[in-house]
């Protein structure tokens, strides 16, 4: 079987042309690129390799493929992250190896579930406050951009429960001012912007303020107003580790660099989740009425304690179908370190291997009637019959997100809080477009209208 072979032009000036993203634009700038990645998966058995120019790119999806590049032979492919540096530096997310297990290990604690039930309460404070600026919206009529939203409520997440701090800056500034570095360096064909109706290229320029607005950021949330002086914080554990002399690689920048990384990974990925959960519940009333009905069931008119919530099981499988139906993680990227063979087909030192998780969720062959939304499908008893590695919303193996758990408590409160009050109406084309870059965003934004309830 001959490889693929996919010509692309070199004559982008913005962003860096090594990068897998750059590379891959002709086969994610279509109308419906996830159709054209499952049509190819099925022509190619599920291992597609790509030339391009002087390297090859390896696309797999198959749950056996995710095992064995991510759990049986993990240590042979490595983390590839490329373009990213500048917004989360040398965090964990961009390092490997014996060092990544090392700067991992002091903030382990901050995710164990023992810690949840201590932010709750700061979860639900943030919580309140997009509740109150929904209830202007509301009242106005005016349309918003969902992905904003959720990401702003998810920044004052992060900032409330895992550093103690009152969220200091403008969230909604930042989310643009970010978007507009991830945009130019990930996919060239959206480096225009809009400017009073007329289409003008982003430069460099735009790149580098946004992130010198960017690298502002940690020091401003670390001067803010602390709210209650916990002792058992994420941020007082990232401290410890730089005022341990046994630790000399943690210093002042990897404190910065790591709450970079909490403060937009971790806070993405939630909020892409929660926006294309409202977009599906819009299209299926009869499942946020369901979500309604189970908040009802708990709790009554009074807001869900924190022993309550893990019996808000509907809304979390809500979650869950969201989270197969549009993963934010939709591609893991590995470079390979040595030569390996993956149904026959030989892999490459140096070679990039990109996991697709999208096609293995859609899978006819791992669910039925995949295109569904069903979150029944994740009740305890057919979760148990699911083909391992056939879902990986949080990748798998020792880089498995570390704050996957707690995303997923995030999103479960906020749904059933904001649906419990408001009804979000989603007033854009349907089906909701696919913009896949680094996350698997909706292409243009999903527009809404909020009314309240009643």
């Not at 419906?32 to 998966?41: E, H, I």
């Not at 916990?230 to 401290?239: S, V, W």
């Not at 304690?305 to 979650?319: A, D, G, H, K």
């Amino acid at each position: 079987m001959a490889d693929m072979t996919v010509a692309y032009s070199p004559s982008h000036g913005l962003g860096e042309e090594q990068s897998v993203w750059f590379k891959l634009t002709p086969l994610l700038n279509q109308e419906n690129p996830m159709q054209v990645l499952m049509a190819l998966s099925d022509k190619y058995g599920g291992v597609i390799p790509i030339n391009l120019r002087n390297q090859r790119i390896v696309l797999l999806s198959e749950p056996a493929h995710a095992q064995r590049v991510l759990v049986d032979n993990a240590d042979n492919y490595t983390k590839y992250f490329d373009g990213l540096r500048p917004i989360f530096g040398r965090s964990m997310i961009t390092i490997d190896g014996a060092l990544w297990q090392k700067i991992r290990s002091p903030q382990q604690a901050a995710f164990h579930p023992n810690m949840f039930e201590e932010y709750f309460p700061y979860l639900m404070s943030a919580i309140d406050s997009k509740m109150a600026r929904w209830g202007k919206f509301a009242s106005t009529g005016e349309t918003i951009e969902m992905v904003e939203e959720t990401w702003t409520l998810a920044a004052e997440m992060v900032c409330k429960a895992l550093f103690d701090r009152e969220m200091p800056f403008n969230p909604h500034f930042i989310f643009k001012q970010v978007k507009t570095y991830t945009n130019v360096m990930n996919h060239k064909s959206i480096r225009l912007k809009n400017v009073r109706g007329e289409l003008i290229e982003m430069t460099g320029e735009d790149a580098s303020k946004a992130m010198e607005v960017w690298g502002s950021i940690p020091d401003m949330v670390i001067g803010a107003n602390v709210i209650d002086h916990r002792e058992r914080t994420l941020l007082k554990m990232l401290e410890n580790a730089e005022a341990d002399p046994n630790f000399p690689e943690f210093d002042r920048q990897q404190v910065i660099d790591e709450m970079k990384q909490y403060l937009w990974a971790g806070t993405e990925t939630t909020a892409l989740t929660l926006a294309w959960s409202l977009y599906l519940l819009s299209q299926h009333p009869e499942a946020m009425e369901r979500i309604r009905a189970e908040a009802r069931s708990v709790c009554g008119d009074r807001n869900p304690e924190w022993q309550e919530v893990q019996q808000l099981s509907y809304t979390r499988m809500v979650i869950q179908e969201t989270m197969r139906l549009f993963p934010p993680i939709w591609a893991l990227i590995r470079i390979a370190a040595d030569d390996d063979e993956i149904e026959g087909r030989k892999i490459k030192a140096g070679d990039k291997v990109v996991i697709l998780t999208y096609i293995a969720h859609h899978s006819p062959k791992y669910w039925d009637d995949p295109e569904k939304f069903d979150p029944e499908r994740f009740a305890p008893e057919r979760a148990k019959k699911r083909v391992k590695y056939s879902y990986l919303p949080f990748a798998a193996g020792k880089r498995s997100c570390i704050g996957g758990a707690l995303s997923q408590i995030e999103n479960t409160l906020a749904l059933v809080q904001l649906l419990r009050r408001f009804t979000p109406e989603y007033v854009g084309p349907v089906p909701a477009k696919i913009h896949a870059t680094v996350t698997l965003s909706p292409k243009g934004g999903l527009p809404f209208r909020i009314r309240a309830l009643s």
